[in-house]
Structures are given as structure tokens and as C-alpha cells.
């Protein structure tokens, strides 16, 4: 808690004179019509870049579904980190691999409805192209014919609709030509509101929650036991073991009131990377899930439940309404409920793909029943 200033003892009826010879000489001064004038302040903080990895300086990990470009999607093979950077020392190079390619680029973001927006970046090459979709209006790109070897700034400005919650921004070249290169992207304008943080879906519903983490290990077992009694269960996988087998957690969560969330890409403990890191982890692990099941996640689910009020924003500008922990835990074995005495209603309880997860499973559902709760669907509750 911070303290107050203590204040000095030293003259105070000093400090009065000195306070009424400024303001009698702020009236004359104005009354002569010579009133200073007020000036910005200059210490005002510029305001956030909402892009992910707009400098394209986050290194790529050798992590499946990282990508090869951190937080944009590129057509295969036509869009790669360079060392032909304005500033820093990375830049996005885009190379149309056929003339029926203009090796185009996207990230999607959350945004604000009716809200102004101004996107730019520095392109160098001949036809570079850069805009956005998905805003609920027309927007035209801002373009170049050449930049004359150089780099030139393009900027296009545009206003979200009434419905608008995320757009996707593009960059591209153009058929047939040559590569080009992007960096220092900027999105400027209103962040969405930060994530909200919480352990549990707050109700008087006699329900329970049931989430499983992770997913390296994928037991047959814990799949025909969520099928069999039908259960809602919420999964947070990672891109790596999602993509060794997408299937599974198919089956998983195919029951009604079931869904994938967001988990991160690397699963590390997000307070320790910077805000950039932090967003292309959850919008990265986000265009995974929506790439595979065709579904775009709202709920994220920290890792090692690390999370403070750049995770709220970062989550937030990747489309996530949610930051969830939980209130109790039964993986491989445990029984913990974090508030202590049995199951309550809203509780969310984690657990992992182990290879016990289906004894791990049944140990919730008995632990709920004993308190008279029955599994919900999450996103019943969070939405």
C-alpha cells in the first residue's frame, strides 16, 4: 500500500504568497490578452499497439501450430520471417509461390463495436497491400504500386459496426510480382475491456463444472466414460498434443454443452513473458482450435493458473471474455477443493489428460453427487 507524501513543515505562509503572486499574474495576463498558452502534456503515454507480434521479434518456438510467423497465418510457404527489418532485427516477407497467389498474411483481433481504428505498417517492394475484413463495412486497402527500394508507411482507418467483436487484419503482395516486406505493424484505438478473472461460474444451479487440461496423454478409457454418461466436459488442450491426434478431442467434447478452449501455445507461465508474448500465446493457441474444430474460444485457462492484468488484456484483444482457474482439483488422484468442505455450486474442477483421468473423472462425479451436483455445461455459464 502506498504511503501518503508527508508533508514539509518548512514556511507555508511562503508557499501562500508564492500561490497568490501566480494566480494574480495569470488574471493580469489574461486580462491583457496575453494568457499563456496550455500546452499537451508531452509525458502522455502513446497510446497501445493492439496488434500481435507487430515487429515481428517473437521468436518462433518448435512448437506444432506456433507457426512460422508468431501471432499471423500465412499461406504455406509464402510468408517468413527476414532479416530485412526497418527496426529491430526481424521483418515479415511475403512471396507469392504462383500467379495465383498474393501470399497473403492475417491475424484476427478483438475489437469494439463502433469504435474508429487506425491500422498501418511499413511495407517495402512493389504492390504491397494492406486492410482489414470482417468490420461490418467496406474497407479499402491502402496500397503501393513500389516503394522505390525504400520503405513507405501505409495507414487505413476504419470503423467497427454494431455486431463487429473481432477483424481480421491482412497484408499481401500481388500476382506474379516479387517479395514483399512488412514490419513495425500498428493497430491503433480502444483495447476491449480486460478478460474477466475468476475460478468459478458464480450460480445458485445445483451444478458443477467439469475441465481437463493439457492432453498428452489420451486414454480411450476417459473417452467412453464421457460418452456413456454423456457428460459436458470443457477441454483446454495445447496445439502440440491437439495436433498429434485432433480426433480425440473431438470425440471428447462431442457431447452437448461440451467445448475446446484456450490454453496457450507453450503452456509457460505467461506473468513472465511480455504483454507481446503473452498475446501471440493465447491468439496463437486460439487460431489452432478455430483452425482445427471450427470453433473460436472465449474461455482461457492459464497455465500453472499464473495470470495478472497484462494476461486480462491480452486475452481480451485475442477474443477471450474469460481468464478461468478453478476451485477444486482431481487430477491423478487429488481431491482438492481450494475453498475447503465439499463441492459447491459453480465450482469449476480441473483436471489433466493422464492416464488416470478416467478414475479421475468418476472421483469428481461421485465427489459432486454427494453434494447434489450434476456436471453443466461451462459456457452455459460464462458467455
Same mark, same amino acid.
Given at each position: ?33 496575453? +494568457? ?47 532479416? $530485412? ?5 526481424? $521483418? ?11 501470399? /497473403? ?35 479499402? %486497402? ?9 520503405? &513507405? /508507411? ?13 477483424? &481480421? ?7 506474379? &510480382? ?41 486414454? %480411450?478409457?476417459? +473417452?467412453?466414460?464421457? $460418452? ?32 475446446? /478452449? ?16 503473452? &498475446? +501471440? ?20 485457462? %492459464? ?40 463441492? /459447491? %455450486? ?17 472421483? $469428481? ?19
Amino acid at each position: 500500500m502506498l504511503s501518503s507524501p508527508r508533508r514539509s513543515a518548512g514556511r507555508p505562509a511562503g508557499r501562500s504568497l508564492r500561490r497568490l503572486a501566480a494566480a494574480s499574474a495569470a488574471v493580469l495576463l489574461a486580462a491583457l490578452g496575453t +494568457a499563456p498558452a496550455a500546452h499537451a502534456d508531452a509525458t502522455a503515454p502513446a497510446p497501445p499497439n493492439l496488434a500481435t507480434n507487430p515487429g515481428f521479434e517473437i521468436p518462433t518456438l518448435p512448437l506444432a501450430d506456433w507457426g512460422s510467423v508468431p501471432g499471423w497465418r500465412c499461406a504455406p510457404g509464402e510468408g517468413a520471417v527476414t532479416a $530485412a527489418a526497418r527496426t529491430g532485427s526481424a $521483418a515479415l516477407t511475403v512471396t507469392p509461390a504462383s500467379a495465383d497467389s498474393n501470399a /497473403q498474411c492475417v491475424q484476427t483481433l478483438a475489437v469494439r463495436p463502433n469504435t474508429t481504428y487506425t491500422y498501418r505498417a511499413w511495407v517495402r517492394g512493389s504492390y504491397a497491400f494492406l486492410g482489414a475484413t470482417g468490420t461490418g463495412h467496406d474497407v479499402p %486497402p491502402a496500397w503501393t504500386a513500389s516503394t522505390g527500394g525504400g520503405w &513507405q /508507411q501505409l495507414s487505413t482507418t476504419f470503423t467497427t459496426g454494431a455486431n463487429a467483436s473481432s477483424v &481480421q487484419l491482412y497484408v499481401h503482395g500481388w500476382y506474379g &510480382q516479387g517479395p514483399v516486406s512488412v514490419d513495425d505493424v500498428s493497430v491503433t484505438g480502444d483495447s476491449p475491456a480486460p478478460a474477466a478473472a475468476t475460478w468459478n461460474a458464480w450460480t445458485t444451479d445445483k451444478v458443477v463444472f467439469l475441465t481437463v487440461d493439457d492432453g498428452w496423454f489420451r486414454t %480411450p478409457a476417459a +473417452a467412453q466414460l464421457v $460418452a456413456d454418461r454423456k457428460l459436458p466436459v470443457t477441454a483446454f488442450p495445447l496445439p502440440m498434443p491437439e495436433g498429434f491426434e485432433p480426433d480425440y478431442f473431438a470425440r471428447f467434447t462431442a457431447n452437448p454443452g461440451s467445448s475446446i /478452449q484456450d490454453h496457450s501455445v507453450s503452456h509457460r507461465d505467461l506473468t513472465t513473458l511480455s504483454p507481446a508474448e503473452q &498475446q +501471440a500465446e493465447i491468439c496463437d493457441a486460439r487460431d489452432a482450435v478455430t483452425a482445427r474444430y471450427g470453433t473460436v474460444p472465449t474461455i482461457f485457462r %492459464p497455465p500453472y493458473f499464473a495470470w495478472n492484468a497484462d494476461v486480462q488484456q491480452a486475452a481480451a484483444n485475442c477474443g477471450m471474455k474469460y481468464v478461468l482457474t478453478a476451485t477444486a482439483d482431481f487430477t491423478s488422484g487429488a481431491s482438492n477443493v481450494y475453498h475447503g468442505g465439499p463441492l /459447491q %455450486p459453480g465450482d469449476v474442477i480441473i483436471m489433466h489428460f493422464t492416464d488416470t483421468l478416467a478414475d479421475d473423472l468418476q472421483r $469428481a462425479l461421485d465427489a459432486a453427487a454427494a453434494a447434489g451436483l450434476t456436471p453443466a455445461a461451462l459456457t452455459d455459464y460464462l458467455h
